[in-house]
């Protein structure tokens, strides 16, 4: 394919309410949507970036300058793009992993369109739907957070997040633990908030019989994850650290890992999370599809994604509505018996609905390829 130009939509969107994570508290989803048109037709995708720098370093604010600086003219006009030439050809741009994940989603969702191949068709996925894990923010008052989960659980998700952050941890898992018994499949993420130092407060979470812990410490502290590893009985999984095949092969390894949770976002694109996937499946090693909030762009790409077939544990697949009163795809996944079904269409996964597009966008850029 020839990508002829790429239009960058800033969006803003409402959550249903606020997330309160251990770096911050987002109360819309402020990111950019990537549509490539190519000489064999559109496709989308969603770049997962925070709108502040917390949760990685890359945010919202840097996506349009960078795409259009430094990723766009290394694609628009060349000749011959596939799916898989993406990364290769963004490759001496340093990290981005976000910003080059949406570009590669968006190629992606038009070349299968262009082949009439659903992404699950290209991936090889076998299921026809996945089970639905939420993650629940940190809430101000316990008896708050056990009326929340209590009300995801009526709704059937089958598996339970907890945010947790110093201060706000053993006692909130303890009361969720204690409301709804020993057989809800209970997990926490702390979203880097800890410290070594903490290593005995975390042994003490082994106590409320968790799925896992996730990502206690810094992006780049991998050995104080050998560490607590060597402390507690609860598995330890990665996250923000996960950043690519390359680190997670190297964790292994060094055995800072006995978990991983796959984002396609954050590792560059779906082709790395399936080499992840692979990678891990060698090593057994147990993975988990992670979310970014995403809209049904990203919620759609990520249940196909969730239905490789070791994707063991259940992932934060949730419905639309979790997180969106409406969406900017037409028939947004929903969850069904605590599944969502694994889309099957050409493409991606979905439909855009281009008049909710329109009705979000508060910023837009049109790069062409140069004429000639
Ligand atoms: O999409 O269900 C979702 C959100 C899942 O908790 C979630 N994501 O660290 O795993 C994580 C967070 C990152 C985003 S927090 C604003
Ligand atoms: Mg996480």
Not at 6 to 14: A, G, H, K, N, S
Not at 98 to 103: F, P, R, S, T
Not at 116 to 124: H, I
Request: charge should be negative; proline fraction near 6%; glycine fraction near 10%.
């Amino acid at each position: 394919m020839r990508i002829e130009a790429i239009e960058l939509r800033r969006v803003d969107i409402p959550l249903v309410t606020p997330f309160r994570t251990s770096f911050g508290t987002q109360d819309s989803r402020d990111c950019v949507l990537v549509r490539v048109v190519t000489d064999a037709g559109e496709g989308w995708g969603e770049c997962v970036t925070m709108p502040w720098p917390l949760y990685s370093a890359e945010s919202t604010d840097a996506v349009i300058p960078l795409v259009r600086t430094h990723l766009a003219p290394r694609l628009l006009g060349v000749e011959g793009v596939g799916p898989r030439d993406v990364a290769r050809l963004l490759a001496p741009i340093r990290g981005h992993r976000m910003a080059k994940a949406a570009l590669e989603s968006a190629v992606l969702d038009a070349w299968l369109r262009a082949a009439g191949q659903s992404f699950a068709t290209f991936l090889g996925v076998a299921v026809d739907r996945v089970p639905c894990g939420v993650s629940v923010g940190i809430h101000d008052r316990t008896d708050a957070l056990v009326r929340t989960v209590g009300g995801y659980l009526d709704e059937g998700y089958v598996r339970i997040k907890l945010k947790i952050e110093p201060g706000n941890d053993l006692a909130p898992v303890a009361a969720v633990r204690e409301s709804f018994g020993d057989d809800v499949l209970l997990q926490v993420d702390a979203n880097a908030a800890y410290e070594p130092g903490d290593i005995p407060l975390l042994r003490r979470l082994d106590a409320h019989d968790l799925l896992l812990i996730e990502q206690p410490f810094d992006e780049e502290r991998l050995l104080a994850n050998v560490d607590l590893r060597a402390a507690i009985a609860t598995p330890v999984c990665l996250d923000e650290s996960a950043l690519s095949a390359q680190v997670v092969a190297d964790a292994i390894r060094l055995g800072a890992v006995d978990i991983v949770n796959i984002k396609a976002g954050r590792v560059g694109g779906y082709l790395e999370a399936a080499r992840i996937h692979d990678l891990c499946v060698a090593h057994g090693v147990p993975v988990w599809c992670g979310g970014m909030v995403e809209t049904g762009i990203g919620r759609a790409a990520n249940a196909v994604l969730a239905g490789m077939h070791g994707f063991s544990l259940p992932g934060d697949n949730s419905g639309f509505d979790r997180f969106y009163a409406t969406d900017i795809v037409a028939d947004p996944l929903r969850m069904v018996d605590g599944h969502l079904p694994v889309p099957t269409t050409p493409g991606m996964g979905f439909e855009v609905d281009l008049d909710a597009v329109e009705a979000v966008t508060v910023e837009r850029a049109l790069l062409e390829a140069p004429s000639g």
